[in-house]
């Protein structure tokens, strides 16, 4: 006989999060449903129109999940960076990797084409704390080069491979280019760049 823990209300969201966050990275954000997460957690699809309120809603806190964990890791390799012990590379893979392998790009692509514009809002906020809480640039240079490494991750999800395949060029070369990209910033600040 199998009893199954009563989770708490945080414990039973964050669970469903997990499970919309794999299904997202395994099969695409169209497998986001409240049907399939509720199968994935063996919960019901009233359970989690109860914690959630409907599909949009489990997308939306989809994606702020996404936003929270995935800023507080770049924002641990930004810091790593400032103390030397970690590179301006490792902040460049984070950030490529959460829109491509852990699939923000493939959210946020959904999400506009879906029509829901405003569930990208998390991701936007979560972006834009994470630039307040890390400043080691003037804001408006720490702005602008947040922008474009987020754009340039965010396009290299969607259509990297396939674009530089066609230009002959290493699939590297658009984290080579935003690499070089925070590398000279650093320099601009007057800040060493350490772990080159």
Known sequence: ???RRRLSQDESRTVALEAARALLIETGPQSVTL???AARIGRTHANLLY???SALGLQKALARHLAGTICATIAKAVVASRTGIGSPREVVDLTFDAFD???????ASW????????ALDPIVE?????VDEV??????TMRGVTLTLVLMALGDSLMGG????ALDLPRTSARDTAELLLIDARAQAGLAVEGN
């Open 51 to 53: 914690h959630f309120g």
């Open 162 to 165: 396939p674009l530089s395949q």
């Open 101 to 107: 392998r852990e699939g923000g790009g493939a959210l």
């Open 111 to 118: 999400m506009l084409l879906s029509g829901n514009e405003d």
């Open 1 to 3: 006989m199998s009893i």
């Open 135 to 140: 400043h080691e640039f003037d804001s408006g």
């Open 126 to 130: 979560a972006i834009h704390d994470l």
């Open 35 to 37: 049907k399939a997460v």
